[in-house]
């Protein structure tokens, strides 16, 4: 269910929002919607890059070591399937 909510932004950024939303065919009010899902998926995108990088830190797994370590767990997943 929708609800109505003032938000308050620049004129700048409103003037940008409604001429997209009228070049798309689309209200400016869609646009900020799907704005708003967009920066909540970052965010949560985000988050769990941030524990995997603490997690493979505190194991001690290093940038170098991902390729090795999916081929290696690939080919496992292979040999166990077999």
Not at 13 to 38: H, K, P, V
Not at 57 to 82: N, P
Request: hydrophobic share 40%; net charge negative.
């Amino acid at each position: 269910m929708a609800v109505q909510n003032n938000v308050y932004v620049t004129e700048d950024l409103l003037a940008a929002m409604q001429n997209l939303a009228a070049q798309e065919g689309r209200t400016s009010d869609e646009l900020f919607e799907e704005a708003g899902r967009r920066y909540l998926a970052h965010q949560r995108l985000s988050g769990l890059a941030a524990r995997g990088f603490q997690s493979t830190s505190r194991v001690g797994i290093k940038e170098d070591d991902v390729d090795r370590l999916v081929q290696e767990s690939r080919a496992s997943l292979r040999a166990d399937a077999k």
